[in-house]
């Protein structure tokens, strides 16, 4: 089973700032990696997928980077709807997901 | 339009069993894997099961194994999780979720609670 980490738990950042979100791997992941943000009350949103690939819709303000163990996931300049949760997926076996960081509002 | 709607949801006392359903609509359904993702309240996201375009490959969680089972209907556009012997720790929102490049859809959840 392939576990992920997620550094920091929580992230305070004020609007306009840069939001570095970090994801780590207990194996290589090759580039099987996703990057989803949830709402309070809503299903999860797919923004990246494949390490660095932005969904359809996503803002280009998102940007994913990384391969095999390390992954970051970017926020380059926060906007209000942005404060979320975020959570990172490998598919490179079973699927799963990291225990998420928490975006929120200094 | 993408739409996948669940169903089934509902109050269960342990050890029981529930039958979960998505309708999806808006794309071909018979050519996509699907998924079930849960989210206990106030947790994180649990993958559970998923299964292949035609059912060939099949996939569970192991806190799941061997008490439920995932299965689709293509004709009907539908997917199913069966749950037996239920636990309190399977108490969640369920999520029907499309495999494409990632989960790139997600129904709005079907809440399961697991309580005598």
């Known amino acids: 089973e392939i576990v992920l980490t997620q550094s920091p738990a929580t992230l305070s950042l004020s609007p306009g700032e840069r939001a570095t979100l970090s994801c780590r791997a207990s194996q290589s992941v090759s580039s099987y990696l996703a990057w989803y943000q949830q709402k309070p009350g809503q299903a999860p949103r797919l923004l990246i997928y494949d390490a660095s690939n932005r969904a359809t819709g996503i803002p280009a303000r998102f940007s994913g980077s990384g391969s095999g163990t390390d992954f970051t996931l970017t926020i380059s300049s926060l906007q209000s709807e942005d404060f979320a949760v975020y959570y990172c997926?490998?598919?490179?076996?079973?699927?799963?997901f990291g225990p998420g960081t928490k975006v929120d509002i200094k | 339009e993408v739409q996948l709607v669940e169903s089934g949801g509902g109050l269960v006392k342990p050890g029981g069993s529930l039958r979960l359903s998505c309708a999806a609509s808006g794309f071909t359904f018979s050519s996509y894997s699907m998924n079930w993702v849960r989210q206990a309240p106030g947790k994180g996201l649990e993958w559970v099961s998923s299964?292949?375009?035609?059912?060939?490959?099949?996939y569970y969680a192991d806190s799941v194994k061997g008490r439920f089972t995932i299965s689709r209907d293509n004709a009907k556009n539908s997917l199913y999780l069966q749950m037996n012997s239920l636990r309190a720790e399977d108490t969640a929102v369920y999520y029907c979720?499309?495999?494409?490049?990632?989960?790139?859809?997600w129904g709005q959840g079907t809440l399961v609670t697991v309580s005598s």
């Open positions: 997926q490998q598919r490179s076996n079973w699927p799963s």
């Open positions: 299964i292949s375009s035609s059912s060939s490959y099949i």
């Open positions: 979720a499309r495999e494409g490049s990632g989960i790139d859809y």
